[in-house]
């Protein structure tokens, strides 16, 4: 069966998500997210890789990500080895920990940026693990309320989008998330076979698909 299309340019961003072969465990417990995390900072430092957000969950994870150079591959080639090398190694296990490669998403429209940051976010609601995005220990939900920087989560840019002061901002981005997922947000990723790009065209066939099932959802605003 061929490969779907990939798309990868420099400064595009993606939403980058893999899970564990037959839906089995990736992550174990907390040293596991600390391989998971200092992998990304590894591709931050490394590859320059702009991260924004990120979510692992039991078993399968999220990111989305930028990349600054045509280094796209190489550097998702490097933290999926790295943390599979890592995992394997704590838990005297071998072979492959994936399913598969990784499967990104280029998010193609400026508008539904803030809106894959919040399904990312919200990924442990949405499953019924807590209440709120900030409660969950393995995400990159919790950075944007901590207090220490965190060199490699671009939190300032993610502010920046809400309001010029920080502590406004940081309400602003609560408020947000709260608000929770976009209904057509919801039905683009409920497809069995998720498309190489998010953008108008693509929602709006999400869209159609939903209301064939019975399901009427209305149009998506653009974040401001």
């Given amino acids: 069966m061929p490969r779907s299309r990939r798309y990868q340019t420099p400064f ?23 391989f998971f995390e200092k992998g990304l900072i590894e591709i931050h430092k490394i590859y320059s890789v702009q991260i924004y957000a990120y979510c692992l969950m039991t078993n399968h994870f999220h990111l989305l990500l930028r990349p600054t150079m045509d280094n796209f591959s190489r550097a998702m080639r490097h933290f999926s080895h ?8 704590r838990h005297a296990r071998d072979g492959p920990l994936f399913k598969g490669r990784f499967k990104s998403i280029l998010v193609g429209e400026e ?31 919790r950075r944007y309320f901590e207090s220490r920087e965190t060199s490699h989560i671009h939190v300032d840019e993610i502010f920046n989008r809400f309001d010029a ?13 709260e608000q929770g997922n976009r209904p057509m947000i919801e039905a683009f990723y409920a497809r069995q076979r998720l498309e190489p790009v998010i953008e108008s065209e693509v929602a709006c066939r999400a869209l159609e698909i939903a209301e064939r099932r019975g399901k009427i959802f209305l149009p998506v605003p653009k974040v401001p």
Avoid: M
Wanted: aromatic share 14%; charged share 20%.
């Fill in 12 to 34: 595009a961003t993606y939403h980058v998500l893999n899970r564990g072969q037959n839906h089995q465990a990736i992550a174990f417990d907390n040293i596991d997210f600390e």
């Fill in 165 to 177: 002061d920080r502590n406004v901002a940081r309400a602003k981005y609560q408020d947000f998330i």
């Fill in 82 to 89: 790295t943390y599979v090398q890592r995992v394997n190694r």
């Fill in 111 to 141: 508008g539904y940026f803030l809106q894959v940051l919040r399904y990312i976010h919200l990924n442990p609601v949405t499953a019924k693990i807590v209440a709120r995005a900030i409660d969950y220990p393995w995400s990159s939900a």
